[in-house]
């Protein structure tokens, strides 16, 4: 059974960092495509950041220079370094997952879904 599960989010004032985590089970991790999406309260899940198998990265305009994903196959791990947050930065994070191609930026691509965990940047 293929589980997703999220970590490391929290409050934090603006500037501040966090570092989010995602541990998958029941996946080959190394061959899997990664990726963190958000989710702001009445607004649509939107893409952040995504590392390929082969390690490539890519990231949202937004938070280009700010945030760093990547990953330790060995701990079947991948990870979403955030600093210099701001409010618009509050969301729900969500990790996703796939073996399969496709574009990293778009939900539909990704199979398997972490639950989520918030992250909050008071204004």
């Known amino acids: 059974q293929v589980q997703l599960v999220e970590s490391g989010g929290g409050l934090v004032q603006a500037g501040g960092s966090l570092r989010l985590s995602c541990a998958a089970s029941?996946?080959?991790?190394?061959?899997?495509?990664m990726a963190w999406f958000r989710q702001a309260p009445g607004k649509e899940r939107e893409f952040v950041s995504a590392?390929?198998?082969?390690?490539?990265?890519f990231y949202a305009d937004s938070v280009k220079g700010r945030f760093t994903i990547s990953r330790d196959n060995a701990k079947n791990t991948a990870y979403l370094q955030m600093n210099s947050l701001k409010p618009e930065d509050t969301a729900g994070y969500f990790c996703?997952?796939?073996?399969?191609?496709?574009?990293?930026?778009?939900?539909?691509?990704?199979?398997?879904w972490g639950q989520g965990t918030q992250v909050t940047v008071p204004s």
């Open positions: 996703a997952a796939t073996s399969l191609g496709g574009t990293y930026s778009d939900t539909k691509t990704y199979r398997y």
């Open positions: 029941g996946v080959t991790f190394r061959v899997y495509n």
């Open positions: 590392i390929r198998s082969s390690g490539g990265t």
